[in-house]
């Protein structure tokens, strides 16, 4: 195999290595997001590390996917031009619901993931623009792919 043809290998594995982390943090982020949605707003100790847990993994995921497979894009790594198109696309409003994100975390943080109706509304509407997320993301992905 060629030196090209060889690099060239090498950046698909780490970009279906990046995809698969941003996926098991995605699937492990629903897990959580589906536990945290009570309805029940008892601040209880139990809910309270479950939605803190929550917060986590939501940070952890979009980490995963700015600095995995976004940072490769706003690098200049990627060169397929479908591939740059459709991020192009998405990317506006991926780094909408990311602010969003880290704004409801940052709330959850600063009142000690408190399980209050407030908060148990913004985390309804965070699901569904992690849902819109998610979408726009395995467009990206199957660009990649």
Request: proline share 1%; net charge negative.
């Amino acid at each position: 195999m060629t030196t090209s043809g060889t690099l060239e290998s090498e950046r698909r594995n780490q970009t279906r290595d990046i995809v698969n982390k941003l996926l098991a943090e995605r699937k492990q982020l629903l897990a959580l997001l589906f536990n945290s949605s009570s309805s029940n707003p008892v601040a209880s100790v139990i809910e309270r590390e479950r939605l803190r847990e929550f917060c986590q993994i939501l940070v952890d995921y979009i980490a995963a996917g700015h600095f995995g497979l976004y940072q490769r894009l706003s690098d200049g790594l990627e060169r397929r031009t479908a591939v740059l198109k459709v991020a192009e696309q998405v990317f506006p409003s991926i780094q909408a619901i990311t602010a969003n994100a880290v704004a409801f975390n940052d709330h959850c943080e600063a009142n000690n993931y408190q399980r209050t109706d407030e908060v148990m509304e913004n985390l309804s509407e965070l699901a569904e623009e992690l849902s819109t997320r998610f979408e726009l993301e395995d467009q990206v992905i199957e660009a990649m792919m």
